[in-house]
């Protein structure tokens, strides 16, 4: 398990942009839930007056206690019906102390007077989309830079909704993970497939693979898979959203979010169009979907086992057939250094890239 600064890869520990931190079913409950990443604790709880998400760092300012860990015997819970979410805002188990969503404290029981202003948590920017829980991390402290995780498709009747795969964490710095997205060398030995046209893109605060070709693990009933056609992009550091065509049409999401520095969090989901061609979804479209959720998962399994087992690729020894690794690696830097600083990556790695021996996906 390597470290941010063992990758070198810029001023802060953890980078800029949207994550998952939770499904939405996890928060359909009256009890807060305790959530780590970034190497801190964080209170993640659905607010019982609105139903708005709050995302409160953990620890109460008065003695430090956790305000979201498991807690049956306190009479702040026992009294507030076995939680200690009040309206949209939560108690503290220990000494009741209570706090709203901007993380303010607004009420110490047996205080008279002023409630001090540094009586305060954090609270952090949060949506909710796509059956995700998606908070906005920045170093800086700053608005978020891009939107939220969102796809049209989610609302549509003819698609089937996805449940995710929770993962869980992966004892591997989530640099060892977005490498993938250019690795073209890989695709062949480890996912059987025979790639026909591929190329790389970076824009912005996007990384961009176009592939085609047969599959070896995404096939049909028959054992023969079709050419499929993916167009995946990394919007930010930790979400990737990939468009597949030529078997069902279907949309992959990918989320690995920083629990500590060296080890990630990981989610699987496929949104998949009705494979039977219908309006609005059937019990039938379902089934199929969720099979071919499942053959998606064993897809991405295949790159799960060998980062399980393999050493931080600190420095690699890479060839010009491999895809544009150090392009992407330095793509990557801009969230991990302050935002006054991204021209100078952007400026070294935006434009197209076709590993060597292969024709571009683009044709003229």
């Given at each position: 398990m390597a470290t941010s600064q063992e990758y070198r890869l810029g001023d802060y520990t953890f980078p800029r942009g949207w994550f998952m931190i939770a499904t939405a079913d996890q928060i359909n409950t009256h009890k807060p839930l305790a959530v780590r990443f970034f190497g801190r604790d964080f209170a993640l709880y659905r607010g019982q007056a609105t139903g708005k998400v709050v995302l409160l760092d953990a620890y109460c300012p008065h003695m430090k206690t956790h305000l979201a860990a498991p807690n049956d015997t306190s009479y702040v819970i026992i009294d507030g019906g076995g939680t200690n979410i009040e309206g949209d805002s939560i108690r503290c188990p220990y000494h009741a102390w209570r706090f709203n969503d901007k993380g303010e404290c607004d009420d110490i029981p047996y205080h008279e007077g002023p409630i001090p202003k540094t009586a305060c948590v954090k609270s952090w920017t949060v949506k909710e989309s796509l059956g995700a829980i998606w908070v906005w991390h920045d170093p800086e402290g700053g608005e978020p830079e891009w939107d939220h995780p969102s796809l049209p498709e989610w609302d549509d009747p003819s698609w089937v909704q996805w449940k995710f795969d929770d993962l869980g964490i992966l004892e591997q710095h989530q640099q060892e993970v977005v490498d993938n997205i250019c690795?073209?060398?890989?695709?062949?030995?480890?996912?059987?497939?025979?790639?026909?046209?591929?190329?790389?893109?970076?824009?912005?605060?996007?990384?961009?693979?176009?592939?085609?070709?047969?599959?070896?693990?995404?096939?049909?009933?028959?054992?023969?898979?079709?050419?499929?056609?993916?167009?995946?992009?990394?919007?930010?550091?930790?979400?990737?959203?990939?468009?597949?065509?030529?078997?069902?049409?279907?949309?992959?999401?990918?989320?690995?979010?920083?629990?500590?520095?060296?080890?990630?969090?990981?989610?699987?989901?496929?949104?998949?169009?009705?494979?039977?061609?219908?309006?609005?979804?059937?019990?039938?479209?379902?089934?199929?979907?969720?099979?071919?959720?499942?053959?998606?998962?064993?897809?991405?399994?295949?790159?799960?086992?060998?980062?399980?087992?393999?050493?931080?690729?600190?420095?690699?020894?890479?060839?010009?057939?491999?895809?544009?690794?150090?392009?992407?690696?330095?793509?990557?830097?801009?969230?991990y250094n302050p935002r006054d600083r991204k021209a100078e990556f952007l400026d070294k790695v935006e434009g197209v890239y076709v590993p060597k021996g292969i024709p571009p996906y683009t044709q003229d």
């Open positions: 690795d073209y060398g890989h695709l062949s030995p480890i996912h059987g497939s025979t790639v026909q046209r591929y190329e790389n893109e970076f824009k912005g605060h996007q990384a961009i693979q176009r592939q085609c070709g047969p599959h070896r693990t995404l096939v049909g009933d028959d054992g023969v898979s079709p050419i499929l056609h993916t167009i995946t992009k990394y919007h930010g550091p930790g979400v990737l959203i990939s468009h597949l065509t030529g078997y069902y049409e279907s949309i992959l999401m990918i989320n690995h979010t920083p629990v500590e520095d060296g080890s990630v969090h990981v989610w699987h989901a496929l949104l998949v169009k009705s494979p039977n061609g219908n309006a609005e979804v059937t019990i039938e479209d379902r089934i199929a979907a969720a099979q071919f959720q499942e053959a998606s998962r064993l897809a991405f399994a295949q790159d799960f086992e060998v980062w399980t087992n393999k050493a931080p690729c600190l420095n690699g020894m890479f060839i010009p057939s491999d895809g544009p690794f150090m392009k992407a690696r330095i793509w990557y830097k801009q969230f």
